[in-house]
């Protein structure tokens, strides 16, 4: 998931968040969980706000290329292109005359675009996985922490 859409609505998140406090036995330990989750859907979402025009526009092309739509629609063009330059013409000259010269050159020119739009898109998301790398990473080393403490701690406790 991605940063780039917000796969939730806020009556979800807000569902969410009140499934996991009923779970919470501990109230101040719920506050710090509800504080956490309000934090990080703030983060998330001041990086949806940060993006910029370009990155915007890059992730639309990529998302759309991305669907089925995208596959019909060259269908179509291709089919239209080809129809067009071999069976209603046939007594007039073909503007794009087998073996399509012209069209490769679109497509080809379409694909160089493409590509470099999805390659912006999947740089973005690198950088925002790597975040979230690096948040685990935090988050990871505080849980050693804290477990180490209670492990000496217990060791220091008379036993029963």
């Known amino acids: 998931m991605i940063f780039t859409r917000n796969r939730f609505s806020d009556e979800h998140r807000k ?3 009140k499934t996991q406090l009923e779970r919470c036995d501990n109230p101040d330990l719920c506050d710090i969980v509800e504080r956490n989750i309000g934090t990080i859907i703030q983060l998330r979402q001041h990086q949806e ?3 910029g025009l370009q990155e915007r526009i890059a992730d639309k092309i990529t998302a759309f290329s991305g669907d089925m739509k995208f596959v019909y629609l060259h269908a179509i063009w291709f089919v239209v292109w080809v129809v067009l330059n071999t069976v209603i013409l046939p007594g007039k000259k073909a503007f794009d005359p087998f073996p399509f010269a012209f069209l490769t050159l679109v497509v080809s020119l379409e694909a160089i675009f ?3 739009f999805v390659l ?3 740089n ?3 950088d925002v996985a790597d975040q979230r790398a690096d948040l685990d990473l935090q988050i990871n080393l505080l849980a050693e922490h804290e477990i180490t403490r209670m492990l000496v701690l217990m060791e220091r406790s008379p036993r029963n």
């Open 49 to 51: 706000e940060a993006r």
């Open 124 to 126: 973005r998301m690198q």
């Open 114 to 116: 493409l590509s470099t």
């Open 15 to 17: 569902a969410l968040l």
């Open 120 to 122: 912006l898109s999947q």
